[in-house]
Nanobody, 126 residues
Framework: QVQLVESGGGLVQAGGSLRLSCAAS????????MGWFRQAPGKEREFVAA????????AYADSVKGRFTISRDNAKKSGYLQMTSLKPEDTAVYYC???????????????????WGQGTQVTVSS
């Protein structure tokens, strides 16, 4: 089992940047695929980015491609989401998620993930 805690959210102006962190505790972090999702008020939780266990494979939602970068440091048991050129429509609660997995794939559906953090608020003002 793994516990996840996000940090790094906050209020930023449009065009600004934020770096979210996801600290994991528990079992070996490298055994888990990682993903970032977000949920805006009144909307469903949506995929943002995912990264394979080794970090060699990544995937992004079209809405964030070229602006966000997902990464991980297995030695530090941490995952990151670097967000640049932020837009007001990026405003949401951001969640990191983890899935115990043996292979080299990543996953983009919320239902594929077993563990979730509590979320961190990101607000982008226009």
């Amino acid at each position: 089992q793994v516990q996840l805690v996000e940090s790094g959210g906050g209020l930023v102006q449009a065009g600004g940047s934020l770096r979210l962190s996801c600290a994991a505790s528990g079992q070996i972090f490298s055994s888990y695929v990682m993903g970032w999702f977000r949920q805006a008020p009144g909307k469903e939780r949506e995929f943002v980015a995912a990264i394979s266990r080794s970090g060699s494979r990544t995937a992004y939602a079209d809405s964030v491609k070229g602006r966000f970068t997902i990464s991980r440091d297995n030695a530090k048991k941490s995952g990151y989401l670097q967000m640049t050129s932020l837009k007001p429509e990026d405003t949401a609660v951001y969640y990191c998620a983890a899935k115990s997995y043996i292979g080299s794939n990543y996953f983009i559906l919320p239902r594929d993930y077993d563990y979730w953090g509590q979320g961190t608020q990101v607000t982008v003002s226009s």
